[in-house]
């Protein structure tokens, strides 16, 4: 059996994939380290991987980030948090992830390293020479980030095109805006790495992040992905990963009602953007109200506020949470802000899609949403209520966005992201020893 370190980036959706996949390789009879903040000691430890956790330094709880980071609050702009997250949040915590593999690789010799999109701690060993470190692997837990010849800069959610004019475009776009708009985070990470000896990135940070690992697992099948002519090797698509089946479930007393020949549809804000209702659920709830042929259900993802529960329309039904693998084998439609986790489970199950979402990645997420026909992109966090219904009515009075979800439900099934990864682990070559650097 082997030895594998597994290192996530301290949010949720970050660690809770690669949980997962510590939990399908101790199962195999693999020893595996978890290393992430000591707030998910527990869960890491009930996958049956040994823990150790982050440096003080960076061992924050994410739901601090306001406390840690108060001058983020007091920019302006979304595109000024986004670069002030990826400069301090993330290269800054390159050289103490760095040196806490490195600690944890002197007594743990590890096969490879397994870290999320985002872990950008292997820098420094992916920079130096081959023989001195064990494979790394990364998992692409959103959206391929990876600039190519047929796509558009990532982050403005333009369609990809590889016809002579779109390449024109695309090159064009890529090296302008990767300078224009993020060339003061390339200095940065840049200048960290120099500090570390390690050297300036050979390509663009996002690029970097894909490219410089051994092997690029992306957790979705190649349908929901733009095609790229110049995707390297490295890149491989093993499949959505599903959260795990729900165990002792107890059905709300209202649960035959989905079966009761209404249209389900599903409205969530996911795990983090839930603190305000208004923003989606509320315009859903709104729109859909008092129409006869529809169930509406909404998860909250916390505690139901008052004030929705005290308006419930009377066709729909609202709990904090509801595990997926029940739920969405009932829905017509999910309404969602475009988790990449949420969408690719939705459709593995054949489910069509209305997506509203404007951080992070999301807007990319709902692009490829559309661009792939599955669903409706409504372009905006915080669409009104008629936008919502329209949408909604749209895709299930149009036979073709469901037609193009179980088209994607059956590429899903032909992959096992678990597996896949397992697979692509086990054919690494095993590592009799690393010389400390």
Same mark, same amino acid.
């Given at each position: 059996?082997?030895?594998?370190?597994?290192?996530?980036?301290?949010?949720?959706?970050?660690?809770?994939?690669?949980?997962?996949?510590?939990?399908?390789?101790?199962?195999?009879?693999?020893?595996?380290?978890?290393?992430?903040?000591?707030?998910?000691?527990?869960?890491?430890?009930?996958?049956?991987?040994?823990?150790?956790?982050?440096?003080?330094?960076?061992?924050?709880?994410?739901?601090?980030?306001?406390?840690?980071?108060?001058?983020?609050?007091?920019?302006?702009?979304?595109?000024?948090?986004?670069?002030?997250?990826?400069?301090?949040?993330?290269?800054?915590?390159?050289?103490?992830?760095?040196?806490?593999?490195?600690?944890?690789?002197?007594?743990?010799?590890?096969?490879?390293?397994?870290?999320?999109?985002?872990?950008?701690?292997?820098?420094?060993?992916?920079?130096?020479?081959?023989?001195?470190?064990?494979?790394?692997?990364?998992?692409?837990?959103?959206?391929?980030?990876?600039?190519?010849?047929?796509?558009?800069?990532?982050?403005?959610?333009?369609?990809?095109?590889?016809?002579?004019?779109?390449?024109?475009?695309?090159?064009?776009?890529?090296?302008?805006?990767?300078?224009?708009?993020?060339?003061?985070?390339?200095?940065?990470?840049?200048?960290?790495?120099?500090?570390?000896?390690?050297?300036?990135?050979?390509?663009?940070?996002?690029?970097?992040?894909?490219?410089?690992?051994?092997?690029?697992?992306?957790?979705?099948?190649?349908?929901?992905?733009?095609?790229?002519?110049?995707?390297?090797?490295?890149?491989?698509?093993?499949?959505?990963?599903?959260?795990?089946?729900?165990?002792?479930?107890?059905?709300?007393?209202?649960?035959?009602?989905?079966?009761?020949?209404?249209?389900?549809?599903?409205?969530?804000?996911?795990?983090?953007?839930?603190?305000?209702?208004?923003?989606?659920?509320? @315009?859903? %709830?709104?729109?859909?109200?008092?129409? =006869? &042929? *529809?169930?509406?259900?909404? #998860?909250? !993802? +916390?505690?139901?506020?008052?004030?929705?529960?005290?308006?419930?329309?009377?066709?729909?039904?609202?709990? @904090?949470? %509801?595990?997926?693998?029940?739920?969405? =084998? &009932? *829905?017509?439609?999910?309404? #969602?802000? !475009? +988790?990449?986790?949420?969408?690719?489970?939705?459709?593995?199950?054949?489910?069509?899609?209305?997506?509203?979402?404007?951080?992070?990645?999301?807007?990319?997420?709902?692009?490829?949403?559309?661009?792939?026909?599955? !669903?409706?992109?409504?372009?905006?966090?915080?669409?009104?209520?008629?936008?919502?219904?329209?949408?909604?009515?749209?895709?299930?009075?149009?036979?073709?966005?469901?037609?193009?979800?179980?088209?994607?439900?059956?590429?899903?099934?032909?992959?096992?992201?678990?597996?896949?990864?397992?697979?692509?682990?086990?054919?690494?070559?095993?590592?009799?020893?690393?010389?400390?650097?």
């Amino acid at each position: 059996m082997a030895r594998y370190l597994i290192a996530a980036t301290a949010l949720p959706g970050h660690v809770l994939p690669m949980l997962a996949i510590a939990q399908h390789l101790t199962g195999l009879g693999h020893e595996v380290r978890v290393h992430t903040a000591s707030q998910f000691r527990a869960q890491a430890e009930a996958t049956g991987a040994s823990f150790t956790p982050f440096a003080r330094a960076i061992d924050g709880d994410y739901r601090d980030l306001d406390e840690r980071f108060p001058e983020r609050r007091r920019l302006n702009s979304p595109h000024a948090q986004l670069c002030f997250g990826l400069k301090h949040f993330f290269a800054d915590a390159i050289e103490a992830q760095h040196a806490g593999l490195r600690a944890i690789l002197e007594d743990f010799e590890a096969d490879a390293i397994v870290v999320d999109t985002m872990f950008c701690g292997t820098f420094p060993l992916l920079l130096g020479p081959r023989d001195e470190r064990p494979a790394v692997v990364a998992v692409g837990i959103s959206a391929l980030p990876l600039s190519s010849c047929d796509t558009a800069f990532f982050g403005t959610a333009l369609p990809p095109s590889s016809t002579p004019e779109g390449r024109a475009r695309n090159k064009a776009m890529n090296a302008n805006l990767q300078q224009a708009m993020f060339g003061d985070v390339q200095r940065h990470f840049d200048a960290v790495l120099r500090r570390l000896g390690a050297g300036a990135l050979p390509a663009f940070f996002v690029d970097a992040m894909v490219r410089m690992p051994d092997l690029y697992l992306q957790l979705t099948g190649p349908s929901f992905e733009y095609p790229r002519s110049d995707l390297p090797a490295s890149v491989r698509f093993v499949g959505p990963l599903l959260a795990p089946a729900s165990r002792d479930f107890t059905p709300p007393e209202w649960w035959d009602e989905l079966d009761d020949g209404r249209s389900v549809v599903l409205v969530t804000q996911g795990t983090l953007a839930n603190q305000n209702p208004a923003q989606l659920i509320g @315009p859903t %709830l709104q729109a859909l109200a008092g129409d =006869p &042929k *529809l169930l509406v259900i909404a #998860t909250t !993802g +916390g505690p139901v506020p008052p004030a929705l529960s005290a308006n419930l329309p009377a066709n729909a039904r609202v709990l @904090p949470f %509801l595990p997926y693998d029940r739920l969405l =084998p &009932k *829905l017509h439609a999910m309404v #969602t802000n !475009g +988790g990449y986790g949420s969408v690719n489970h939705a459709l593995s199950l054949g489910v069509p899609l209305v997506v509203a979402g404007s951080s992070e990645e999301k807007p990319e997420i709902a692009a490829r949403v559309a661009w792939s026909g599955v !669903g409706i992109n409504l372009g905006t966090a915080q669409p009104a209520a008629r936008q919502v219904g329209d949408a909604v009515r749209k895709l299930l009075a149009t036979p073709s966005y469901r037609e193009r979800a179980n088209a994607l439900r059956e590429e899903f099934a032909r992959h096992r992201a678990l597996h896949g990864i397992a697979q692509a682990l086990e054919a690494l070559p095993r590592v009799e020893s690393l010389e400390a650097a």
